[in-house]
């Protein structure tokens, strides 16, 4: 049977690859709550559903060369019809590169409901920021320019985007996907406590996590009491809980949901499949935000790392481990075989003897090599004989091409026949 696949283990953003191992790089990433995305290097493009396209928010590219950057005129095309404003995040230069794209085009017909790219200017102690506005022919307004402070460049509630600039023979972003804190319950301490899943955990988010103080919430758990044979356990701590007047049901199998009334003592009893029966107590709680210290589900949020196009220096691999350090998932281009580590070095690429070595260094849970130059056709596949990732880090494999393979005359000349 084939092992199962599980999805990774992301809440809120959901990393897709758009690219095999020799298409130009590509990381969308969906925001789930909102229903938008992000994408990272934007190269070829063509091969995605206006359906993908159209949600995507904001762009983050690492450097301009032609394989990161050349999509940005068809998501223009794609959103061009909309009111709502995109982002475009970049290195040095970025500014004027964007311009120089939009230039390449007459916009004699632009309307007045067409959609504003706004780009942003990412150099090591400044940001700068401009307007493309849609109605006036995308034509760029003034730049404005402020200090920049961290590595912060851009937030939802759900996630952040960090940005540090590193070395590829010219100024290229490295970046570091953030989710937020989330609300989170771990189920197994609920059940060690023994209080029961219920409703009340909606109310309880509602009142610590969203700070609705102010709506009327009584929040009530339903508190298991465990009989054994010699004594009553009571797992669950009296400091959080009112116990006075509490009203006691005696359960044969948990409820789906906890009932919401604080019906009195009108308990119903019944046996376990096995025999037993289970005493539970329906309590209100004495404070909301000391129960969700202790029954969050404290696990680390999770991350991404995404670099493309880095040259192995000791800057650059101090800087990215600065950055990247313990990334559940990092995306890495991986250019060259350890055969070519001189191309390697002489493009400001990396080789796969460089990744192990930054795999080793940031302990990535998960790895996604990328990014492979195109010479390699015929042996793309030697990547993975040549990766050896640190124990706890799990390689994620592509296949060779993700993008349909070009249309040739003899697939077409058909239609031309009479
Ligand atoms: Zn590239
Ligand atoms: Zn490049």
Not at 153 to 172: G, M, Q, R
């Given at each position: 049977?084939?092992?199962?696949?599980?999805?990774?283990?992301?809440?809120?953003?959901?990393?897709?690859?758009?690219?095999?191992?020799?298409?130009?790089?590509?990381?969308?990433?969906?925001?789930?709550?909102?229903?938008?995305?992000?994408?990272?290097?934007?190269?070829?493009?063509?091969?995605?559903?206006?359906?993908?396209?159209?949600?995507?928010?904001?762009?983050?590219?690492?450097?301009?060369?032609?394989?990161?950057?050349?999509?940005?005129?068809?998501?223009?095309?794609?959103?061009?019809?909309?009111?709502?404003?995109?982002?475009?995040?970049?290195?040095?230069?970025?500014?004027?590169?964007?311009?120089?794209?939009?230039?390449?085009?007459?916009?004699?017909?632009?309307?007045?409901?067409?959609?504003?790219?706004?780009?942003?200017?990412?150099?090591?102690?400044?940001?700068?920021?401009?307007?493309?506005?849609?109605?006036?022919?995308?034509?760029?307004?003034?730049?404005?320019?402020?200090?920049?402070?961290?590595?912060?460049?851009?937030?939802?509630?759900?996630?952040?985007?960090?940005?540090?600039?590193?070395?590829?023979?010219?100024?290229?972003?490295?970046?570091?996907?953030?989710?937020?804190?989330?609300?989170?319950?771990?189920?197994?301490?609920?059940?060690?406590?023994?209080?029961?899943?219920?409703?009340?955990?909606?109310?309880?988010?509602?009142?610590?996590?969203?700070?609705?103080?102010?709506?009327?919430?009584?929040?009530?758990?339903?508190?298991?009491?465990?009989?054994?044979?010699?004594?009553?356990?009571?797992?669950?701590?009296?400091?959080?809980?009112?116990?006075?007047?509490?009203?006691?049901?005696?359960?044969?199998?948990?409820?789906?949901?906890?009932?919401?009334?604080?019906?009195?003592?009108?308990?119903?009893?019944?046996?376990?499949?096995?025999?037993?029966?289970?005493?539970?107590?329906?309590?209100?709680?004495?404070?909301?935000?000391?129960?969700?210290?202790?029954?969050?589900?404290?696990?680390?949020?999770?991350?991404?790392?995404?670099?493309?196009?880095?040259?192995?220096?000791?800057?650059?691999?101090?800087?990215?481990?600065?950055?990247?350090?313990?990334?559940?998932?990092?995306?890495?281009?991986?250019?060259?075989?350890?055969?070519?580590?001189?191309?390697?070095?002489?493009?400001?690429?990396?080789?796969?003897?460089?990744?192990?070595?930054?795999?080793?260094?940031?302990?990535?849970?998960?790895?996604?090599?990328?990014?492979?130059?195109?010479?390699?056709?015929?042996?793309?596949?030697d990547i993975y004989n040549e990766l050896r990732p640190p124990e706890g880090t799990k390689i994620l494999r592509l296949p060779k091409h993700l993008v349909p393979?070009?249309?040739?005359?003899?697939?077409?000349?058909?239609?031309?026949?009479?």
């Amino acid at each position: 049977m084939p092992p199962v696949k599980r999805r990774l283990p992301f809440r809120y953003i959901e990393p897709v690859f758009f690219g095999g191992l020799l298409d130009d790089p590509l990381l969308f990433l969906r925001i789930r709550p909102l229903k938008r995305a992000l994408l990272f290097d934007c190269g070829q493009i063509a091969h995605l559903a206006k359906r993908v396209v159209k949600p995507i928010d904001a762009v983050f590219i690492t450097h301009a060369h032609m394989d990161h950057i050349m999509g940005i005129p068809t998501l223009v095309r794609h959103h061009h019809a909309s009111p709502r404003p995109m982002d475009v995040f970049g290195p040095p230069g970025i500014i004027e590169r964007v311009e120089h794209l939009l230039l390449g085009f007459e916009w004699n017909l632009s309307e007045s409901n067409w959609f504003t790219l706004r780009v942003h200017e990412i150099r090591a102690d400044r940001l700068l920021h401009c307007s493309f506005p849609g109605p006036k022919s995308f034509r760029r307004s003034r730049v404005t320019e402020e200090q920049r402070t961290g590595r912060q460049i851009w937030s939802c509630p759900y996630a952040t985007v960090e940005a540090e600039l590193l070395d590829h023979k010219l100024p290229v972003l490295g970046f570091r996907i953030q989710e937020q804190p989330h609300f989170a319950i771990d189920y197994e301490k609920l059940d060690r406590l023994g209080i029961m899943p219920g409703e009340w955990i909606r109310d309880l988010k509602n009142r610590v996590w969203k700070g609705r103080s102010n709506v009327q919430v009584e929040i009530e758990v339903e508190v298991e009491q465990r009989e054994t044979e010699n004594s009553q356990e009571k797992p669950c701590p009296d400091s959080l809980l009112i116990n006075s007047g509490c009203s006691k049901i005696v359960r044969s199998s948990l409820p789906e949901k906890a009932p919401r009334s604080r019906s009195s003592a009108t308990a119903h009893k019944a046996d376990f499949e096995d025999g037993g029966e289970m005493a539970v107590f329906q309590q209100p709680v004495k404070d909301p935000h000391a129960l969700y210290g202790i029954i969050h589900d404290n696990r680390p949020c999770v991350s991404i790392g995404y670099v493309c196009d880095v040259g192995w220096t000791a800057d650059n691999v101090a800087a990215m481990e600065s950055l990247l350090k313990g990334v559940t998932l990092l995306c890495s281009d991986c250019t060259f075989l350890a055969e070519d580590r001189d191309k390697a070095r002489a493009s400001y690429h990396l080789c796969t003897r460089d990744l192990n070595e930054l795999a080793e260094l940031l302990a990535p849970g998960y790895l996604l090599p990328m990014h492979m130059s195109k010479s390699y056709l015929k042996k793309s596949f030697d990547i993975y004989n040549e990766l050896r990732p640190p124990e706890g880090t799990k390689i994620l494999r592509l296949p060779k091409h993700l993008v349909p393979a070009p249309l040739t005359v003899s697939d077409v000349d058909e239609w031309m026949k009479t």
